[in-house]
């Protein structure tokens, strides 16, 4: 058998596990040893992960825990998930979906552990998957330089009976098949979800056969080796077993196994996010794929029943349940050279849910680790100068928002959250908006067709602020209100939408550079200018209060405490040296009238700035303010 370095350069990229093997174990407490360290030669160079399923009673369990706690390949990180007499559903193959449910490689190998499958044939697999395009590739006895001298005769007698009995019920799908019983196979792990499978004993590879019709399948040869150690797991009971899975397969009506959607999304090259399940507010970012690994990859899937191990770079887990278990909202965070989160299936139906409970948390720690902050305040830009405009959740921010870029010629950068460097730079982040009835109308041209406006009050009214507050009282009640919040939003979703379907022909600015920060507020009618740190402690609060949603809590304490540095102080010092003398005005207003006074604002700022006085502009300002009637401080 070739070695692994005749494998095309650039397999062996340690930024990304290549390939997951998972080896589902009973009672081989003798084998597994020598299998990783056959493993560890065989995929040198490969960055890999062996993940061993044990449905053991002996002292299996233990002998693998002692291997993961000496292995020191860090090239192969070797993990245990030992399932309880009572978690045993599915047999040996539903020991393998479980391993599939944590795997993190690009392709996941399915091997015994008794030695009969050699490890040295494992990057053959590989070889031949990139080789002929397959999804699937079967290591097979049975074809031309294959061999099964590793069987008992009987064995190998009722192994080919069941072959051709599995043929006989699938003819066209098993036509090309030598070994459709073969229990080392190869696959691509985004071809395969592991929701969508049921299998019964240990024949899990004619569950994936018939399930993803759609799977190009491939096959290469390989000697069965003999049992150095355990006994054979097939017996009559197994038998048994195989004929009801068998029947099952054949007569019932087969769901076929979508391929997992996997989306990308590049963030101004700063972060990299992989998603099985759809976010729409990084719609705007979407790529066909990464040049690179991801920063945060997003899975779907049942949480398995014990907390991953933490092998291959990984150093801090959270988990989040609440009561319902895989049927609530849950999710498991491993952080490493990349945020591994695993979201319970039903925030796939959640997209909102998903993006902001999680993704957004973990988004805005990752901006200050790498020295830029997500700052909640929308922006727009008239000519190379950025306006940020920032307040409490709920104040008319959006509304405002909408009404400016509806009668100036201004440019969008955001609405809700701003990305933004320590020298002042900023970055749009165009999400979409969320709207009400009453936001609607502050546009002329918005493009609604009408079952979107006849849906937008029953949306405003579930999404509006007094909604908003009455989950937060449940929140404190210790209620599943993230679960709740869960299926409101599958069942009547937020009325959210890109800004150019609100107003037509609006530009998406790619940047530009900080000119002034204007701070609303409802309470008093009014305007004064806020020292620096004023201001800053009224930016930082108002992110404090976009926030605060459970879980969020959690995963910012869990990120924070993961954190070498102190991530806030972080936050605080570039959101403070990019604010560092720029202007800074409160405008305060019971009629809500921010859209017809902060145009004259703009106006002045720009052109103090582009003179370089910031006293015409407080002087500027000032006349404005006073022509509006407003009585408060312009002085700074």
Same mark, same amino acid.
């Given at each position: ?369 790498? $020295?830029?902050? %997500? =700052? ?5 830009? *008239?000519?190379? &100068?950025? +306006?940020?405009?920032? !307040?409490?959740? #709920? ?115 790619? $940047?530009?550079? %900080? =000119? ?5 507020? *409802?309470?008093? &009618?009014? +305007?004064?200018?806020? !020292?620096?740190? #004023? ?102």
């Amino acid at each position: 058998m070739g070695s692994v370095d005749a494998i095309e350069p650039g397999d062996g990229d340690p930024s990304s596990v290549v390939l997951s093997v998972i080896v589902p174990t009973r009672h081989e407490a003798q084998s597994v040893g020598a299998l990783v360290e056959g493993l560890g030669r065989s995929l040198a160079g490969i960055e890999s992960e062996l993940i061993f399923v044990d449905d053991s009673d002996d002292g299996t369990p233990g002998v693998i825990d002692g291997l993961v706690r000496s292995h020191s390949n860090p090239m192969c990180a070797v993990s245990l998930l030992h399932r309880p007499r009572n978690e045993r559903s599915g047999g040996l193959g539903g020991a393998v979906v479980e391993g599939l449910r944590i795997a993190r490689g690009e392709w996941v190998c399915v091997m015994d552990g008794d030695l009969q499958h050699p490890a040295e044939v494992v990057p053959e697999l590989l070889r031949e998957a990139r080789k002929s395009g397959a999804g699937l590739v079967v290591g097979s006895r049975y074809r031309a330089g294959g061999a099964a001298d590793g069987l008992q005769p009987a064995r190998g007698l009722i192994s080919r009976g069941a072959a051709s009995l599995a043929k006989a019920a699938f003819p066209r799908r098993l036509r090309e098949l030598t070994d459709p019983m073969s229990g080392f196979f190869m696959f691509r792990r985004d071809c395969v979800d592991p929701e969508q499978l049921r299998p019964l004993g240990f024949k899990i590879l004619l569950e994936i056969l018939v399930r993803a019709p759609e799977l190009k399948v491939a096959e290469i040869p390989y000697e069965f080796g003999r049992r150095q150690a355990g006994t054979s797991k097939a017996s009559a009971r197994e038998g048994v077993v195989y004929g009801r899975h068998l029947s099952k397969l054949r007569f019932e009506v087969r769901p076929r196994l979508p391929a997992r959607s996997v989306r990308s999304y590049d963030i101004h090259g700063i972060i990299a996010v992989e998603s099985e399940g759809k976010l729409p507010e990084l719609e705007s970012f979407k790529v066909a794929s990464l040049d690179r690994a991801p920063d945060i990859r997003v899975r779907i899937g049942a949480l398995p029943p014990t907390a991953p191990a933490l092998t291959g770079g990984f150093t801090r887990h959270l988990r989040y349940t609440e009561r319902g278990g895989n049927l609530s909202f849950g999710a498991d965070i491993l952080l490493g050279d990349t945020v591994e989160v695993r979201a319970t299936p039903l925030l796939r139906y959640s997209p909102h849910v998903l993006y902001t409970n999680l993704v957004e948390p973990i988004l805005r720690w990752e901006f200050a680790r790498r $020295g830029y902050a %997500l =700052a909640h305040g929308a922006c727009v830009v *008239r000519g190379t &100068d950025a +306006f940020m405009v920032t !307040a409490r959740t #709920d104040t008319g921010k959006t509304t405002t928002m909408l009404k400016l870029l509806d009668a100036e010629p201004y440019e969008f950068i955001a609405d809700d959250l701003t990305i933004v460097r320590p020298n002042g730079e900023v970055l749009p982040y165009p999400k979409p908006l969320t709207i009400s009835s009453h936001t609607l109308h502050a546009v002329k041209r918005p493009r609604l067709n009408r079952r979107e406006r006849t849906t937008l009050p029953l949306q405003s009214r579930l999404h509006s602020r007094s909604g908003r507050r009455f989950a937060f009282v449940l929140a404190r009640t210790g209620l599943p209100v993230a679960t709740v919040n869960t299926i409101v939003q599958l069942v009547v979703p937020p009325p959210k939408y890109p800004v150019e379907r609100l107003v037509p022909g609006v530009k998406i600015a790619s $940047g530009a550079k %900080l =000119a002034g920060l204007m701070v609303i507020q *409802r309470s008093g &009618d009014g +305007f004064e200018w806020l !020292a620096e740190e #004023d201001a800053l402690d009224i930016l930082l609060g108002n992110c404090e209060d976009a926030y605060g949603f459970p879980p969020y809590h959690r995963i910012e304490d869990f990120l924070l405490g993961a954190a070498e540095q102190d991530l806030r102080q972080i936050e605080r010092r570039i959101l403070g040296d990019a604010f560092e003398g720029i202007p800074s005005a409160l405008l305060s207003s019971t009629s809500l009238d921010w859209a017809t006074r902060i145009p004259a604002l703009i106006e002045d700022l720009s052109t103090g700035a582009a003179l370089g006085d910031q006293s015409l502009v407080i002087g500027s300002v000032a006349s404005t303010v006073l022509d509006h009637g407003d009585s408060e401080r312009v002085a700074p």
